[in-house]
T-cell receptor, first 110, second 113 residues
Framework: SQELEQSPQSLIVQEGKNLTINCTSS?????LYWYKQKYGEGLIFLMM?????EEKSHEKITAKLDEKKQQSSLHITASQPSHAGIYLCGADNPGNQFYFGTGTSLTVIP | KAGVTQTPRYLIKTRGQQVTLSCSPI?????VSWYQQTPGQGLQFLFEYFSETQRNKGNFPGRFSGRQFSNSRSEMNVSTLELGDSALYLCASSLGQLTDTQYFGPGTRLTVL
């Protein structure tokens, strides 16, 4: 089975600071997804990356996919309290199964 | 457009009982996927239904089953509940492929005593 390791497990940052969350796969990445879960709520799809070197941005959140390293990073610029939550990466494989990462809990202190 | 809805939102059961959770997808979506989220295991894929057929399945025991109706609404059933089944169960709907954008419901919090 595919494993997705996220780092760090938790992160506490001051409002306005930049931060990066990493997601490393034990196998080749065919599609990498980033989700955010606000505490007590469902998941929100952020973005999907499919090609090596691909980079996507949504508001102040940027995600990159390094296919060779089997890794993706999620970068938040000038963090705000609204960015707080749990960030999950997910990946699918040719077997049409879907795996989620271990999650990163983000707290943004005003 | 209404989002994905799940009922009930909270549920308390005892060991050995069975439970049925319901998920109503976004109108027009034909795929419904179910996930289990626990603190120790994170988010795990249970199964996916498309056009009333189970198309993909995760690594869960046979006690976990589901079905999808002709209106795309889906139900998930867990029989002979165990303490370890306590979790947040999320469903997600999409237009078709598992790789299509998925929209998640708020989840059903199941507590097994």
């Amino acid at each position: 089975s595919q494993e997705l390791e996220q780092s760090p497990q938790s992160l506490i940052v001051q409002e306005g600071k930049n931060l990066t969350i990493n997601c490393t796969s034990s196998k080749t990445l065919y599609g990498l997804y980033w989700y955010k879960q606000k505490y007590g709520e469902g998941l929100i799809f952020l973005m999907m990356l499919q090609k090596g070197g691909e980079e996507k941005s949504h508001e102040k959140i940027t995600a990159k996919l390094d296919e060779k390293k089997q890794q993706s990073s999620l970068h938040i610029t000038a963090s705000q309290p609204s960015h707080a939550g749990i960030y999950l990466c997910g990946a699918d494989n040719p077997g049409n199964q879907f795996y989620f990462g271990t999650g990163t809990s983000l707290t943004v202190i005003p | 457009k209404a989002g994905v809805t799940q009922t009930p939102r909270y549920l308390i059961k005892t060991r050995g009982q069975q439970v049925t959770l319901s998920c109503s997808p976004i109108s027009g979506h034909r795929s419904v996927s179910w996930y289990q989220q626990t603190p120790g295991q994170g988010l795990q894929f249970l199964f996916e239904y498309f056009s009333e057929t189970q198309r993909n399945k995760g690594n869960f025991p046979g006690r976990f089953s589901g079905r999808q109706f002709s209106n795309s609404r889906s139900e998930m059933n867990v029989s002979t509940l165990e303490l370890g089944d306590s979790a947040l169960y999320l469903c997600a709907s999409s237009l078709g492929q598992l790789t299509d954008t998925q929209y998640f419901g708020p989840g059903t919090r199941l507590t097994v005593l």
